[in-house]
């Protein structure tokens, strides 16, 4: 079983940066595609970015393109995602997950594990 723990979210004003974390534990995750959901209030969980086992494809959502960035360190069973020049569109409670079968895909039913979330504030 693999558990996932997120951190770094909080408040932040519009234009601002943030960076998450995303550690695992119970079992290496080294060989699975990790991704990046969130969900606002309301919505349903979108997808926001994956990156695959050895880091060399990385997708993004068309909203985060260009402000977002995947990156992954499976020596520390850790994802990251950093936040740059956030709009209050981007508000949400972000998860990590994990998909054993590492197909890269966009569909949160690909994904087999998750963190609990943290919440990212962006304020006009």
């Known amino acids: 079983q693999v558990r996932l723990v997120e951190s770094g979210g909080g408040l932040v004003q519009t234009g601002g940066s943030l960076s998450l974390s995303c550690v695992a534990s119970?079992?290496?995750?080294?060989?699975?595609?990790l991704a990046w959901f969130r969900q606002a209030p309301g919505k349903g969980r979108d997808f926001v970015a994956a990156?695959?086992?050895?880091?060399?494809?990385?997708r993004y959502a068309d909203s985060v393109k260009g402000r977002f960035t995947i990156s992954r360190d499976n020596a520390k069973n850790a994802v990251y995602l950093q936040m740059d020049s956030l709009k209050p569109e981007d508000t949400a409670v972000y998860y990590c997950?994990?998909?054993?079968?590492?197909?890269?895909?966009?569909?949160?039913?690909?994904?087999?594990?998750w963190g609990q979330g943290t919440q990212v504030t962006v304020s006009s």
């Open positions: 997950a994990a998909d054993p079968r590492s197909r890269g895909g966009n569909y949160y039913g690909e994904y087999d594990y």
């Open positions: 119970g079992r290496t995750v080294s060989s699975h595609t």
């Open positions: 990156i695959t086992w050895n880091g060399a494809i990385t």
